[in-house]
């Protein structure tokens, strides 16, 4: 047997190759949507891609496994437990074979039984694995988002972030009562492959190393140290971060089927007299420089989301989907912009129009454009122009909110910015604040972009404000819940 797993850094999220070497065949479980990795992974190591299969309905990439069947000829295997409230309503459509509850398959002489396990999703499968050339035994299981390195799937997203009410809790009590039959099946020495790492936003607290074991994970895993139904559901829901604003669209599209991408290529360079236009239309033009580069000095209307490990993450908070969007690539290297579009693709965010480089921001200057500054403040500057009647803005999650916020302020999470300030006068001063200022830099950017005239943002965050010794306001209800 041979197994690989694929990572994206940005989306902090794995799929994996599972192949028998002797009949060289393959399975690929939750593609993204970069099918040629998986084809030049099997290509490379003399197999066929002849199953295709995913745990559950995602919400934060587009699914690939669907493309990746049809171009392919694999056979696509779905799940069809959850009830009929939450199904894959283009499994007929896509000739999908349908699994329920311990129902097998096999690839090649690799054994596949599909274990029914709700509570992140209704629907969510794990795929325990069986080498038969090797042994009868199990040698270990795809668990998509049911168990993570330290931790265990969220059982909130259908309700915080499809709109689901009252399922939350409903799943928290599912994903409690898995977890007891998962592990009163299967052995201690059970490899896990989860589907996410360290950084995703579909648990708490995951772990950053790539797999564990079932035996590790009830001796460290928060999760499987509660007894008690109801002591678990409270644990599991409480601290869970703010769903990015985009998960909302992943499920409603991989629920009724992601559109085929085709294969991936590099947006266009726009020409240098298009960026007036964008910026007139309203478009969404992105600097993917780094922060303070645009701190310093940038193009009114555009949009700070530097190019780095988070940008992906940050892209699915602020980004609409029915808005062409350009790149603005002031000083990158020429790469940048074909990357940057590869990682919004991940999220369904197709609509890259070009991007522009210095040319155009030099044009744009010739013809009149003044380039604007985003103010940063230091924690004492902050706390003066605070007691002289300027909004503090806090973007950051509400468990970071909770465990400490300056006195005062207004906590609105970063994806629900545009929209909760829309009713704000536009002249009033607003500074704002995250935890280290990254993310503030970018609430501050889409605030000038709406049209807000006194924004600046707190240089180095609340961090910055802890260091120098400055009071927070502790949300006392969060921790009376947790000493209880």
């Known amino acids: 047997m041979l197994l690989k797993r694929f990572y994206?850094?940005?989306?902090?999220?794995?799929?994996?190759?599972?192949?028998?070497?002797?009949?060289?065949?393959?399975?690929?479980?939750?593609?993204?949507?970069?099918?040629?990795?998986?084809?030049?992974?099997a290509q490379a190591a003399g197999l066929r891609i002849t199953h295709v299969t995913e745990t559950h309905i995602h919400a934060d990439f587009v699914s690939g496994s669907r493309e990746l069947?049809?171009?392919?000829?694999?056979?696509?295997?779905?799940?069809?437990?959850?009830?009929?409230?939450?199904?894959?309503?283009?499994?007929?459509?896509?000739?999908?074979?349908?699994?329920?509850?311990?129902?097998?398959?096999?690839?090649?002489?690799?054994?596949?039984?599909?274990?029914h396990t709700p509570g992140h999703t209704p629907e969510h499968l794990t795929f325990l694995v069986t080498d038969t050339l090797t042994s009868a035994l199990p040698v270990g299981a795809l668990t998509g988002d049911f168990i993570f390195v330290s931790d265990v799937?969220?059982?909130?997203?259908?309700?915080?972030?499809?709109?689901?009410?009252?399922?939350?809790?409903?799943?928290?009590?599912?994903?409690?009562?898995?977890?007891?039959?998962?592990?009163?099946?299967?052995?201690?020495?059970?490899?896990?492959?989860?589907?996410?790492?360290?950084?995703?936003?579909?648990?708490?607290?995951?772990?950053?190393v790539p797999q564990t074991t079932l035996g590790y994970e009830k001796l460290t895993n928060w999760a499987f140290q509660i007894d008690r139904e109801e002591a678990f559901v409270e644990a599991v829901l409480d601290g869970q971060p703010e769903p990015p604003t985009y998960f909302a669209t992943m499920k409603k599209v991989n629920r009724d089927g992601p559109a085929p991408l085709g294969a991936l290529r590099p947006p266009r360079r726009a020409a240098a007299e298009m960026l007036p236009a964008a910026l007139q239309r309203h478009d969404q033009v992105i600097d993917l420089r780094r922060a303070d580069a645009y701190a310093a000095e940038h193009v009114p209307g555009t949009t700070s989301i530097?190019?780095?490990?988070?940008?992906?993450?940050y892209a699915g908070w602020v980004l609409a989907y029915d808005r062409d969007i350009y790149l603005l690539c002031d000083g990158c290297d020429e790469s940048t912009p074909a990357l940057a579009a590869a990682d919004l693709a991940m999220i369904g965010l197709d609509r890259v129009a070009g991007w522009f480089d210095a040319t155009a921001v030099d044009a744009w200057r010739a013809a009149g454009g003044v380039p604007v500054a985003l103010t940063q403040l230091t924690p004492s500057e902050v706390a003066r122009r605070h007691e002289a009647g300027a909004l503090v803005v806090d973007v950051r999650s509400t468990a970071e909110w909770r465990s400490g916020h300056i006195a005062g302020s207004t906590h609105v999470p970063l994806g629900r910015l545009a929209v909760q300030m829309t009713d704000r006068s536009r002249t009033q001063p607003v500074i704002l604040v995250c935890e280290a200022g990254s993310r503030s830099a970018i609430g501050a950017s889409l605030l000038q972009a709406a049209g807000f005239t006194d924004?600046?943002?707190?240089?180095?965050?609340?961090?910055?404000?802890?260091?120098?010794?400055?009071?927070?306001?502790?949300?006392?209800?969060?921790?009376?819940?947790?000493?209880?």
């Open 8 to 41: 994206h850094e940005g989306l902090a999220q794995a799929s994996y190759l599972v192949g028998c070497q002797a009949t060289g065949e393959a399975l690929i479980v939750d593609a993204n949507r970069d099918l040629t990795q998986y084809q030049a992974a």
């Open 69 to 115: 069947a049809a171009v392919t000829g694999a056979r696509l295997l779905l799940s069809a437990e959850g009830g009929l409230e939450w199904q894959y309503r283009f499994a007929a459509e896509a000739g999908a074979t349908l699994l329920r509850d311990g129902d097998t398959f096999a690839v090649g002489n690799i054994r596949i039984e599909a274990i």
């Open 455 to 484: 924004v600046a943002n707190l240089t180095g965050g609340i961090a910055a404000w802890r260091r120098d010794g400055l009071p927070l306001e502790v949300d006392t209800v969060l921790f009376a819940a947790s000493a209880g």
């Open 153 to 208: 799937g969220r059982p909130d997203l259908l309700e915080r972030a499809a709109g689901v009410e009252g399922s939350m809790r409903a799943g928290a009590k599912l994903l409690f009562e898995s977890l007891r039959r998962f592990t009163e099946r299967c052995p201690d020495w059970l490899q896990l492959w989860p589907g996410h790492g360290a950084g995703s936003a579909c648990g708490k607290s995951l772990g950053a």
């Open 306 to 313: 530097p190019f780095t490990r988070a940008f992906l993450g």
